[in-house]
């Protein structure tokens, strides 16, 4: 076990590497500066912003710069908000979308998994073909779509809840409701398929013909084979869920970090660009570790991988 | 899985597909948006980009069989010309991301041992990166190119299809088949080409099917920030997204791109989850 | 034993309905609109339409920056809420020499900062010298240039002591301004936030004389002059100011506060008017006039707005260095259908390039729509040319739904007059700066909005070597025709430079001008002392929030 985590750990830096200078790259090679500006100003100007900035140094310097201090932890001002650090914004945005991204994860477990298990238990009858056909339909709608009609029913028209922002608590309601329902629909068939698998194990039948009752048998052995798949598919589906989550921000106008990252992109932020890919990618690298870990404790078979 | 010879296996597979009622019903149904998209735009008597400045945001009617838009162009045709967009950029970015995949894939669970080990490492750093967020950058830096589109996309869908690959070459490795062949002094080149790659067509179909409707999400999703293909051309997402906001006012305008849009992502599902049941019977129905 | 298990199931997924339902009720049952909690906090809740990039008056340069602006800062002259006209600010009094190029401010003792220091004269020139400092970079420096001097400091061909800027405090409550030539509209120049005050110690504090991105712009640290003080700043979310009570006129104020919401999709943005969490939006959408018109007659308003929307041909390259095809572009363009079917927000089409009746100047209509002169202008280009069609041209703009619709309307339109396929090319608006600052293009959409109303502010745009030209276009009698308006105190001689100027935009067509602005917003009814005005001012020191009273 310490073996798999301190090489995923010594495997995360080069990797960590390789994507900041991918990026580095990238993003001054692209065209347009972040100081191209809406007045169009003088050449003059121009140079002495880049300067403030250390943009007029050699591309190579800047890079040697920007890792240095990288390791030591800082990433740098943004040039869209002078005045605030990389670290800072990431600081207040991050919190927002991990919390948008885990009540959405929750409302996708709490629905999903539930439907998925009778979907199975009750195969090919009606509460298999109903759900799983919803739940088809969770998947094939937009999240930009699903979100702009609930906002109708429950904002404009009912007033039941908040059309946007972040600000309290009522408004983590229908975004991460928008969000969970499309996890949902994944969630759902995953169980499903899993279950199932597990249901035909040799292992299961077993406990079946020995007399075992059938809800020992669904909670003990088949849903611990019906779960994996399900974890698996967490571990990713957390990281996608944070770092796509910037539709979501977007239509109910959430600061999250998916959103910073987007507007960061098109101004050309460097700074804050790199910033939040790197902080994106060591995320996904101790999700996907972790996920391992839950797999290998769950999955007796996986252990010795 | 067995190795019979391809042709009975495919026959096989063909009947117990066939058997699958949803799985047909999605094959027509695909079939249908597929000659729609194409013969749509040609029977219209409009063109997708023909303004009418007098006939904006009208509703389904006689001249206009889904309606018209905000600058008075026919929804039908949009709708339709727009499936041609959305199944193109589907369709090419599944290609891409099979090719690279699948060669990916093949050579690493061939090599095996040390090469393969890289292969299958460098996969795994891969998969740590946030890659949508790559395809954004991508094109936010570089421009709106159909190429630079179907290329992006098809380049965040290639992993699953490597491993897939690998895990399937490493199984055909171990045959019978495969040994023969080995002893027999065939190349290694026309080894992996002429024995493995055709028994691997059936796990390619599935995820392919199933790939393409999450390519054809990423591109609504780009067109939602505003990423995708150039006015005046338009995909169904681009359709969807523009619809989503007015949907109060003129609900044709989400309701018939929205509903092309799902049911070609429905029936993909669908049919990818019969082949699966019809090529590999081992797996659920009973 | 199977149904057992189903039973199981089945209770467990009612339970977490009914809990869904349940926490779905209780929240929904406490959920008053801000709008109608604003009548007891008083609290404004905006629609910013972006996030600001500075909140340093001399460093901002966007709409954002001045609504916020403008209730953290007062300048030496406030504005009239319903005509702009000047209005004491921080200078209760002021004397204008009878040339025109002097005036004498007296400031009013009792002006103070948000945290209680004295308001002087010498903060004014303090503040004059950091904007002007070449150091510093400031865009709108410029606009401090008809201060005697202020240009040679501002290049850096003097210093500070050896071009004695027109500018000086001859003692703690009197500022005495120097001007380079007369100007009519001086006073109202003096409203634009980069001629604002900015509080020194905080300045020196934060080593932001001369630095861009320190964080004295922040709420716990920014101290300002105006009706309201800074008080939270959450980006991409909310900018919040509560009332000044340390304002000499505070009691005036009405307000007790105003939540500013950066909020860019102006769907989005109308989702929120229409649920109530917003009494202003910032924008609204062309597509959505005729469903706003219908839904909410009184809440949507089109105000006039002082801007022109217009093309910017690039004169270097082929085709449009040709006279013959430019005006031909040009001619075919039906303004009026336009702005009648595609744009519907009651805009005017532009005529010319100066909007009519700015500071009472009404420029001649000269630009105007004839599809058959147009052919006839393109067809003798082509035949002298031997060409039989037009090399591909790209008609760049910045992504946005609203020029996007523009653009395909113009498209539409330049196919059936001409005979021309474009091809539209948006980017985003950083890449869309850049490559038109390069000349990267062929025709790109534009958009001015005045920073003062006076005709200079648009045509100064196009004097050679100007950094907003971007054209190529380059006329020696224009250049001359504007330096004689800068000159003179003439309304007269002015107005007759300007229309030489018109007169030469039109004849030479570098730019071809499509509709006059109008500001369309949604504005809630129980929001007052709101007045539509050209420059989309309202000095919030007089608004207040009251349910209506019917009027009988």
Same mark, same amino acid.
């Given at each position: 076990m310490k073996k798999v985590v301190l090489s995923r750990i010594l495997q995360a830096i080069p990797t960590l590497w390789v994507i900041a200078t991918v990026t580095f790259f990238m993003t001054r090679y692209a065209p347009g500066g972040p100081f191209d500006s809406e007045k169009a100003i003088p050449q003059e100007i121009k140079v002495k912003l880049e300067s403030h900035f250390g943009l007029d140094r050699p591309l190579a310097e800047q890079y040697l710069l920007y890792l240095k201090n990288l390791l030591q932890g800082d990433l740098g001002p943004s040039f869209k908000y002078p005045g605030w650090e990389v670290s800072e914004l990431i600081a207040t945005a991050f919190p927002i979308s991990l919390t948008l991204g885990a009540l959405s994860l929750v409302i996708a477990l709490l629905i999903g998994l539930p439907v998925g298990i009778i979907a199975a238990l009750r195969k090919n009858s009606w509460l298999d073909y109903l759900p799983m056909s919803l739940s088809m339909a969770g998947i094939c709608l937009p999240t930009f779509v699903l979100g702009p009609l609930l906002i109708y029913v429950f904002s404009t028209q009912l007033s039941l809840l908040p059309p946007l922002g972040w600000y309290g608590p009522a408004?983590?309601?229908?975004?991460?409701?928008?969000?969970?329902?499309?996890?949902?629909?994944?969630?759902?068939?995953?169980?499903?398929?899993?279950?199932?698998?597990?249901?035909?194990?040799?292992?299961?039948?077993?406990?079946?013909?020995?007399?075992?009752?059938?809800f020992r048998v669904v909670t003990k052995h088949a849903l611990r084979g019906g779960l994996l798949p399900?974890?698996?598919?967490?571990?990713?589906?957390?990281?996608?869920?944070?770092?796509?989550?910037?539709?979501?921000?977007?239509?109910?106008?959430?600061?999250?970090?998916?959103?910073?990252?987007?507007?960061?992109?098109?101004?050309?932020?460097?700074?804050?660009?790199?910033?939040?890919?790197?902080?994106?990618?060591?995320?996904?690298?101790l999700l996907n570790l972790l996920v391992d870990l839950l797999q290998a404790w769950l999955d007796p078979k996986a252990r010795q991988l | 899985m067995s190795l019979e010879n391809s042709s009975s296996l495919g026959k096989d597979a063909w009947l117990r597909l066939k058997a699958n009622r949803m799985a047909m019903l999605s094959l027509w149904v695909l079939v249908a948006m597929a000659v729609l998209s194409v013969v749509g735009p040609v029977l219209s008597p409009y063109s997708y980009d023909e303004q009418n400045l007098d006939r904006v945001f009208h509703g389904p009617c006689n001249e206009h069989l889904f309606g018209t838009d905000n600058l008075g162009r026919d929804l039908f045709t949009?709708?339709?010309?727009?499936?041609?967009?959305?199944?193109?950029?589907?369709?090419?970015?599944?290609?891409?991301?099979?090719?690279?995949?699948?060669?990916?894939?093949?050579?690493?669970?061939?090599?095996?041992?040390?090469?393969?080990?890289?292969?299958?490492?460098?996969?795994?750093?891969?998969?740590?990166?946030?890659?949508?967020?790559?395809?954004?950058?991508?094109?936010?830096?570089?421009?709106r190119n159909f190429l630079l589109l179907f290329l992006a996309i098809g380049a965040v869908e290639w992993l699953t299809m490597a491993r897939i690959t690998r895990a399937q070459t490493i199984n055909l490795k171990k045959t019978e088949f495969i040994e023969a062949a080995r002893a027999l002094g065939y190349s290694h080149w026309r080894i992996l080409f002429r024995h493995l790659l055709p028994n691997l067509v059936g796990p390619i179909i599935v995820y392919a099917t199933l790939t393409v409707p999450s390519v054809m999400l990423l591109e609504a999703v780009l067109s939602f920030l505003g990423l995708g293909v150039q006015a005046p051309l338009s995909s169904w997402g681009s359709l969807i997204k523009e619809g989503a906001d007015k949907m109060d006012a003129a609900p044709w305008l989400l309701f018939f791109p929205g509903i092309f849009f799902c049911m070609t992502l429905f029936a993909l599902n669908f049919l990818g989850d019969g082949l699966r049941d019809a090529l590999d019977p081992k797996s659920s129905k009973e | 034993m199977q149904t057992r298990t189903l039973k199981y199931n089945l209770g467990k997924i009612t339970a977490i309905i009914s809990?869904?339902?349940?926490?779905?009720?209780?929240?929904?049952?406490?959920?008053?609109?801000?709008?109608?909690?604003?009548?007891?906090?008083?609290?404004?809740?905006?629609?910013?339409?972006?996030?600001?990039?500075?909140?340093?008056?001399?460093?901002?340069?966007?709409?954002?920056?001045?609504?916020?602006?403008?209730?953290?800062?007062?300048?030496?002259?406030?504005?009239?809420?319903?005509?702009?006209?000047?209005?004491?600010?921080?200078?209760?009094?002021?004397?204008?020499?009878?040339?025109?190029?002097?005036?004498?401010?007296?400031?009013?003792?009792?002006?103070?900062?948000?945290?209680?220091?004295?308001?002087?004269?010498?903060?004014?020139?303090?503040?004059?010298?950091?904007?002007?400092?070449?150091?510093?970079?400031?865009?709108?420096?410029?606009?401090?240039?008809?201060?005697?001097?202020?240009?040679?400091?501002?290049?850096?061909?003097?210093?500070?002591?050896?071009?004695?800027?027109?500018?000086?405090?001859?003692?703690?409550?009197?500022?005495?301004?120097?001007?380079?030539?007369?100007?009519?509209?001086?006073?109202?120049?003096?409203?634009?936030?980069?001629?604002?005050?900015?509080?020194?110690?905080?300045?020196?504090?934060?080593?932001?004389?001369?630095?861009?991105?320190?964080?004295?712009?922040?709420?716990?640290?920014?101290?300002?002059?105006?009706?309201?003080?800074?008080?939270?700043?959450?980006?991409?979310?909310?900018?919040?100011?509560?009332?000044?009570?340390?304002?000499?006129?505070?009691?005036?104020?009405?307000?007790?506060?105003?939540?500013?919401?950066?909020?860019?999709?102006?769907?989005?943005?109308?989702?929120?008017?229409?649920?109530?969490?917003?009494?202003l939006t910032q924008s609204v959408s062309a597509d959505r006039i005729e469903f706003l018109k219908e839904k909410y007659p009184k809440e949507l308003h089109f105000e006039p707005y002082l801007g022109t929307y217009f093309y910017r041909?690039?004169?270097?390259?082929?085709?449009?260095?040709?006279?013959?095809?430019?005006?031909?572009?040009?001619?075919?363009?039906?303004?009026?259908?336009?702005?009648?079917?595609?744009?519907?927000?009651?805009?005017?089409?532009?005529?010319?390039?100066?909007?009519? =009746?700015?500071? @009472?100047?009404?420029?001649? $209509?000269?630009?105007?729509?004839?599809?058959?002169?147009?052919? !006839?202008? +393109? %067809?003798?280009?082509?035949?002298?040319?031997?060409?039989?069609?037009?090399?591909?041209?790209?008609?760049?703009?910045?992504?946005?739904?609203?020029?996007?619709?523009?653009?395909?309307?113009?498209?539409?339109?330049?196919?059936?007059?001409?005979?021309?396929?474009?091809?539209?090319?948006?980017?985003?608006?950083?890449?869309?700066?850049?490559?038109?600052?390069?000349?990267?293009?062929?025709?790109?959409?534009? =958009?001015?909005? @005045?920073?003062?109303?006076? $005709?200079?502010?648009?045509?100064?745009?196009?004097?050679?070597? !100007?950094? +907003? %030209?971007?054209?190529?276009?380059?006329?020696?009698?224009?250049?001359?025709?504007?330096?004689?308006?800068?000159?003179?105190?003439?309304?007269?001689?002015?107005?007759?430079?300007?229309?030489?100027?018109?007169?030469?935009?039109?004849?030479?067509?570098?730019?071809?001008?499509?509709?006059?602005?109008?500001?369309?917003?949604?504005?809630?009814?129980?929001?007052?002392?709101?007045h539509p005005t050209l420059l989309d001012h309202h000095p919030y020191k007089y608004v207040y929030l009251e349910k209506e009273v019917a009027t009988p």
């Open positions: 408004d983590w309601v229908l975004p991460s409701f928008t969000l969970g329902l499309f996890y949902a629909a994944y969630i759902a068939r995953l169980t499903r398929a899993g279950m199932l698998e597990a249901l035909q194990q040799d292992y299961v039948r077993t406990a079946i013909a020995k007399g075992a009752s059938s399900v974890i698996t598919y967490l571990g990713p589906a957390f990281a996608g869920l944070i770092s796509g989550s910037f539709v979501i921000e977007s239509v109910f106008f959430i600061p999250g970090l998916g959103k910073f990252f987007v507007t960061a992109a098109f101004n050309r932020d460097y700074t804050m660009v790199l910033g939040t890919v790197l902080f994106y990618a060591s995320l996904i690298i | 949009r709708a339709t010309y727009g499936g041609r967009i959305s199944l193109a950029v589907g369709l090419l970015a599944t290609i891409v991301s099979l090719i690279i995949g699948v060669t990916y894939g093949m050579t690493a669970g061939y090599a095996g041992s040390k090469t393969d080990a890289w292969m299958m490492r460098s996969v795994d750093v891969l998969y740590s990166l946030p890659f949508t967020i790559f395809v954004i950058l991508l094109m936010v830096l570089f421009g | 809990t869904f339902l349940g926490l779905f009720s209780f929240l929904g049952c406490s959920q008053p609109t801000n709008v109608e909690t604003a009548l007891d906090t008083k609290v404004l809740h905006f629609g910013l339409g972006a996030e600001p990039q500075h909140l340093d008056p001399h460093l901002a340069t966007s709409v954002a920056a001045h609504n916020i602006l403008s209730a953290l800062l007062e300048g030496l002259v406030s504005e009239d809420p319903k005509s702009l006209k000047p209005r004491p600010g921080v200078a209760e009094r002021w004397e204008i020499s009878e040339d025109g190029k002097t005036y004498i401010f007296y400031l009013r003792k009792n002006a103070q900062w948000s945290n209680g220091d004295p308001l002087t004269a010498h903060d004014f020139v303090y503040s004059f010298r950091r904007i002007l400092n070449p150091g510093l970079g400031a865009q709108y420096a410029s606009m401090l240039h008809p201060l005697q001097n202020a240009k040679a400091y501002n290049h850096g061909e003097m210093t500070w002591e050896q071009a004695k800027v027109g500018a000086t405090a001859v003692n703690d409550h009197i500022l005495k301004l120097s001007l380079e030539y007369p100007i009519p509209y001086f006073l109202e120049l003096l409203n634009h936030y980069s001629w604002f005050p900015v509080h020194r110690p905080t300045i020196e504090k934060y080593g932001a004389f001369e630095k861009i991105g320190t964080p004295w712009t922040k709420p716990g640290n920014f101290v300002g002059n105006g009706p309201f003080k800074f008080i939270d700043h959450q980006i991409n979310s909310v900018i919040e100011v509560g009332a000044n009570d340390r304002y000499w006129d505070a009691s005036v104020v009405q307000l007790k506060g105003i939540r500013f919401y950066p909020i860019e999709a102006v769907d989005t943005e109308e989702r929120a008017y229409r649920s109530g969490f917003l009494h041909f690039n004169l270097r390259s082929p085709p449009f260095d040709d006279l013959r095809v430019r005006k031909a572009f040009s001619l075919a363009i039906d303004r009026q259908r336009l702005v009648d079917k595609v744009l519907k927000g009651g805009q005017t089409p532009a005529t010319t390039f100066t909007p009519p =009746g700015t500071g @009472g100047f009404v420029p001649k $209509p000269q630009f105007y729509y004839d599809p058959a002169e147009a052919r !006839e202008l +393109l %067809n003798s280009y082509l035949t002298e040319k031997s060409l039989d069609s037009l090399p591909p041209i790209e008609l760049t703009y910045n992504t946005s739904d609203g020029h996007k619709k523009v653009a395909e309307a113009l498209h539409g339109m330049w196919k059936e007059v001409l005979g021309v396929e474009i091809r539209l090319l948006n980017m985003e608006w950083k890449v869309f700066l850049s490559t038109i600052s390069k000349g990267e293009f062929s025709l790109a959409r534009a =958009g001015w909005i @005045g920073d003062y109303v006076d $005709p200079h502010t648009f045509l100064q745009m196009w004097r050679t070597g !100007e950094g +907003l %030209n971007m054209t190529g276009w380059s006329n020696q009698s224009y250049d001359q025709a504007l330096r004689k308006a800068e000159s003179t105190k003439s309304a007269m001689e002015r107005h007759k430079s300007f229309q030489s100027c018109e007169d030469l935009l039109a004849k030479e067509c570098p730019i071809i001008p499509l509709y006059f602005y109008v500001h369309l917003t949604l504005r809630h009814p129980t929001v007052q002392g709101w």
